[in-house]
């Protein structure tokens, strides 16, 4: 996992983001399902690694990328760091709980390497983070920053725009690395316009070689 963020994170004060329905609760206890190409257990230590076209899902959770690392702790709570391809971003994707007759909304993000923190129940999108907010199929918010930390439970999202982050290079996030969002106003401010098209999610790929679930019985 990484260092503790620097003290001169800025914590985004996103109202759009704020306002938001709270994540799917019932992914927490959903089983981690894993496809790869390749896949290296280690019972003892209870720590897996895929390789190769990975797709993890986790109730509504999606996460995609070149290499996840997967660990589960004695209290059963499971982490993952999702890799890209180098030049690429890992994926990740979330429903949120909305009320009934409401838009579906989902949670997008990307960045060069995904954690996934299952006991603290939080996401964090390192070098080159991107998010995004879509409500009813439009896209509403957008943020970007060396690294960006969604925590699911608070619904309180950070967002370091330094050029570095943990003694890491942030690879081009944005001029001289700085923190960049687009937030849409509120349904029902007046001269709110309904927000672009959503962008399409990654596709899944060709069928997988490799498949396990984590927390449940093997598929």
């Not at 503790?4 to 985004?12: D, E, K, T």
């Not at 209870?46 to 190769?52: D, M, W, Y």
């Not at 995004?132 to 970007?144: F, I, K, M, N, P």
């Not at 997988?208 to 019985?217: A, D, N, P």
């Amino acid at each position: 996992m990484t260092k503790r963020l620097s003290p001169l994170v800025l914590a985004a004060a996103l109202a759009a983001f704020a306002g938001m329905a709270q994540a799917e609760k019932a992914d927490s206890a959903k089983p981690m399902n894993i496809e790869a190409d390749a896949l290296r257990h280690d019972e003892l230590a209870q720590t897996s690694v895929f390789t190769g076209n990975v797709v993890m899902t986790k109730g509504t959770i999606v996460l995609r990328g070149a290499q996840l690392d997967v660990r589960q702790d004695a209290e059963g709570y499971q982490y993952g760091v999702v890799k890209a391809e180098p030049g690429k971003r890992a994926f990740f994707r979330q429903k949120r709980d909305t009320e009934r007759g409401q838009p579906d909304e989902f949670i997008e993000g990307e960045g060069e390497t995904i954690e996934y923190d299952g006991k603290a129940d939080i996401v964090k999108f390192i070098r080159r983070g991107e998010m995004r907010r879509y409500r009813g199929g439009q896209l509403s918010d957008e943020v970007t920053g060396s690294i960006i930390v969604y925590n699911n439970i608070t619904d309180v999202y950070t967002v370091d725009g330094q050029k570095t982050s943990g003694g890491l290079p942030s690879s081009s996030v944005g001029q001289g690395g700085r923190v960049r969002a687009v937030m849409a106003p509120k349904e029902g401010t007046p001269g709110a316009t309904p927000g672009a098209a959503a962008k399409p999610a990654v596709p899944a790929g060709e069928p997988l070689r490799q498949s396990l679930t984590i927390g449940g019985e093997k598929k």
